[in-house]
């Protein structure tokens, strides 16, 4: 962390309208915080969705912040106020340059898309690291670098947390960064100031409409990464992601399985639940035969783009072949919560959208014998995108034996409300499904009452470890409430 830092070099790359006196300063300290201002800081006034940091300014002059940087003067301003035309996205340059540019000592590969990022950017570190280099991961699971994790709260962090997190690893000689691109972090400017090394882009489905004013503003924001790397990586199987590939904002190559592509999946076999294989064939005729313990086809397209991208990086193909091959999986994707010798299988996976939800039960689909009950226990997300509820519903409905509809996370929303508007999307004329509202419940019903050989599958939290309600967040651990159900069931036999 710096000890003084003069203010036009941490305003280096912002748009600044006016100094109004402040030019010659020098400051000891800049958080966007009001409640971590100090003496001799620069407070950076940032107008959110709840606050307003415009409103904080005489509070923090009071701490002894020496300006302030806003979009617009308050009346009575007792500090100077450096005027920018945006200080959201300003915060990323002022933050990068405050911990003296990091991101610039290491090569940076983001991953952006609906879904995928996650295993996308956890292959690629494996890949990498066990080429001999010294790897950062930055994502929604965890962070992690050196070897060390740190928890994870946001897919991609705040500038404040995120430059110093780059400060952190550039002191410890991280020199490849795997890193989430969530549309939100490139829409308000977190990630502006980074030069990445290369870009993936692994497909665009409807999500996050209530960020975002369409599919096609949706579209655009991921594209703005592709502006920033100095190659570009695309599915050439979802029309998002093809059409991005051919507006020339970097070096593009594409992937895939269906469409011709510069990297293309032959032979892919996703039929089991116990991994994938194909031959990848490269552009100069060559493959590489991969083959991993992840399942479904979406993992097909999630190994083929961090295998193009490691390739273009310059690692061997024997390596990325054995790295592929070794990587366990991350939590919560399509992770078995049952032991093998149960006589039926729970399944628990992060899929929270419609594309999501069905990629994973049209896998487990075709894994399974007709004889086989497929059962999914699922819900969707309060204070989120609502248009994906009704969708939701009707693909667990259309595709599953039985489906439960439960609560996933209702937020401020009261979690009937949010079940109300799955259930607009189901066929009135369906019979295989019930609504469970408690999450607990739900699971404890699919597993008392599970046949032999049943599949059910537990979606929406993956990973997470909690439950947020209107009364806050609650630890929640969905592996433990299968072995609960387990051994109530069986008489205490399981342990975890």
Known sequence: MYTSIKIKDLLSGVNV?????????????????????????????IAGTRFDGHTFINDVAEKGAVCAIVEYVPENCPIPCIVV????????????????????????????????????VFM???????????????????????????????????????????AQMRDEGVEYLF????????????????????????????????????????????????????????????????SASEKGLCKSYTFGIDNECAFKAENADFSSVRGISYKLRLPDGSAIDIESSMAGKFSVYNTAGAVVCAYLLGIDKDSIKKSIKDFAGVPGRIERLTPENMPFSVFSDYAHSPDALENILNTLIKSKTKEQKLTVIFGCGGDRDRTKRPIMG????DLADFAIVTSDNSRSEEPMDII????????????????????REAIAYAVENASEGEIILVAGKGHENYEITKDGKHPFDEKGEVYKAINKRFGNKYSI
């Open 85 to 120: 035309d945006d200080t959201r996205l300003a915060s990323a340059y002022i933050y990068s340059n405050a911990f003296g540019n990091p991101e610039r000592s290491m090569k940076i590969v983001g991953v952006t898309g609906t879904n995928g990022k996650t295993s996308t």
């Open 394 to 397: 009707k693909i667990a409905t």
């Open 17 to 45: 309208i006016d100094m109004n006196g402040a030019e010659n300063l020098t400051v000891s300290g800049v958080t966007s915080n009001n409640g971590k201002v100090d003496k001799n800081f620069a407070f950076v006034a």
């Open 124 to 166: 690629l570190e494996k890949i990498f690291s066990d080429a001999g280099y010294r790897t950062g991961l930055l994502g929604t699971v965890k962070n992690m670098w050196c070897g060390k994790s740190r928890e994870s709260s946001l897919t991609t962090p705040v500038p404040e947390d995120l430059y110093e997190m780059f």
């Open 179 to 242: 890193m989430e691109a969530s549309s939100h972090s490139i829409a308000l400017g977190r990630i502006a100031p980074i030069e990445f090394e290369a870009g993936i882009y692994t497909n665009l489905t409807p999500e996050h409409l209530d960020f975002h004013i369409n599919m096609d503003d949706y579209a655009s924001t991921k594209e703005m990464l592709f502006k920033k790397s100095r190659i570009g990586i695309f599915s050439a199987d979802n029309e998002y992601t093809l």
């Open 420 to 439: 109300n508007e799955i259930l607009g999307g189901i066929d009135k004329k369906k019979e295989n499904y019930t609504v469970i509202c408690s999450r």
